[in-house]
């Protein structure tokens, strides 16, 4: 069962910038499509990157041209670069296959971020 941890949240003032990053066990990591998902209090999860095994990557249009995914095979570890934030981010951030990829994997603990206007 491959475990998901995530990491480099926080509290941020509208325009700064974060990094999250999420670590995986299991040898498959690589093959494997990841994606970045966030779920706001009182909304569902939506899924806002993916990054391909190849390093191919997609966007949610309200992320465009401001986060950037991106993972180290050998650490098996996917990283989000966050920039210029918005308070419509605030959100529990988690890791998880791309569903185009692979079914879900078991759910992190989500790492909280928090960005104040």
């Known amino acids: 069962q491959v475990q998901l941890v995530e990491s480099g949240g926080g509290l941020v003032q509208s325009g700064g910038s974060l990094r999250l990053s999420c670590a995986a066990s299991?040898?498959?990591?690589?093959?494997?499509?990841m994606g970045w998902y966030r779920q706001a209090s009182g909304k569902q999860r939506e899924l806002v990157a993916t990054?391909?095994?190849?390093?191919?990557?997609n966007y949610a249009e309200s992320v465009k041209g401001r986060f950037t995914i991106s993972r180290d095979n050998a650490k098996n570890t996917v990283y989000l670069q966050m920039n210029s934030l918005k308070p419509e981010d605030t959100a529990v951030y988690y890791c998880?296959?791309?569903?185009?990829?692979?079914?879900?994997?078991?759910w992190g603990q989500g790492t909280q971020v928090t960005v104040s206007s």
């Open positions: 299991g040898s498959i990591f690589s093959i494997t499509g």
């Open positions: 990054i391909s095994g190849a390093g191919w990557t």
């Open positions: 998880n296959t791309d569903p185009r990829s692979a079914t879900p994997w078991a």
